[in-house]
Nanobody, 123 residues
Framework: QVQLVESGGGLMQAGGSLTLSCAAS????????VGWFRQAPGKEREFVMW????????VAANSVRGRFIISRDNAKNTVHLQMNNLKPEDTAVYYC????????????????WGQGTQVTVSS
């Protein structure tokens, strides 16, 4: 098993940047592909970005493409989500999750989840 803990959330004005981190303990994170999801109040959890086990490839949702960057440091068992040009619609609780599947945008394919970190973007 792997335990995931997100950090780095907070309050930011529109146009600003935040970097979220996902730290893993237990089994090495390099065993898993990692995804970031978010859930805004009253909405379903949605896919944000995904990165391969090696960090060699990534996929972004249309809503964040060109603004968010995902990266990982397997030596440090961490994954980062750099969020640039933030918009009020980015306000949500952000979760990192780990999967043994090669690729998935579906939350049900992810086996392990962090507790989430709140990101609030003011206009």
């Amino acid at each position: 098993q792997v335990q995931l803990v997100e950090s780095g959330g907070g309050l930011m004005q529109a146009g600003g940047s935040l970097t979220l981190s996902c730290a893993a303990s237990g089994r090495t994170l390099s065993t898993y592909a990692v995804g970031w999801f978010r859930q805004a109040p009253g909405k379903e959890r949605e896919f944000v970005m995904w990165i391969t086990r090696s960090g060699g490839a990534a996929v972004a949702a249309n809503s964040v493409r060109g603004r968010f960057i995902i990266s990982r440091d397997n030596a440090k068992n961490t994954v980062h989500l750099q969020m640039n040009n933030l918009k009020p619609e980015d306000t949500a609780v952000y979760y990192c999750a780990a999967t043994t599947k090669s690729y998935s945008r579906e939350s049900y394919d992810y086996d392990y989840w962090g507790q989430g970190t709140q990101v609030t973007v003011s206009s």
